[in-house]
């Protein structure tokens, strides 16, 4: 019995992260944020370049999601319900990843 083996090519668009990337602009600043205020500032950024999609409670949820990520990988320090952006916060950026990648 001859099995055929199937390859698979996949094929990702990495596209740039808007919400992550405005976090880490946002963040860097060294200044600590509540969620609902750093939010704020990230989603009136975004509202001005014109990079919202989904509607405000998505937008939310993701950027909740991704903050979440960031203290996880320790680029971001949460002390209670504040968080603070870390000296190696650009790591998350869709820049940095670019020229590294």
């Given at each position: ?7 698979r090519t996949?094929f990702?668009r ?17 200044q600590t944020?509540g ?7 990230v989603?009136e ?7 919202v ?6 937008l939310?949820l993701?950027a ?15 002390n ?6 870390l000296?190696n916060?650009h790591e ?6 670019a020229?590294n990648?």
């Amino acid at each position: 019995m001859v099995m055929s083996t199937t390859r698979r090519t996949r094929f990702s668009r990495r596209v740039p992260d808007h919400v992550t990337d405005e976090l880490v602009t946002v963040l860097s600043d060294k200044q600590t944020f509540g969620f609902n205020d750093l939010f704020e500032v990230v989603y009136e950024n975004l509202k001005a370049r014109n990079a919202v999609s989904g509607g405000e409670e998505m937008l939310r949820l993701r950027a909740y999601e991704k903050l979440q990520n960031l203290v996880t990988r320790g680029l971001v320090e949460k002390n209670g319900k504040e968080y603070r952006g870390l000296d190696n916060i650009h790591e998350a950026s869709s820049a940095h990843a670019a020229a590294n990648g």
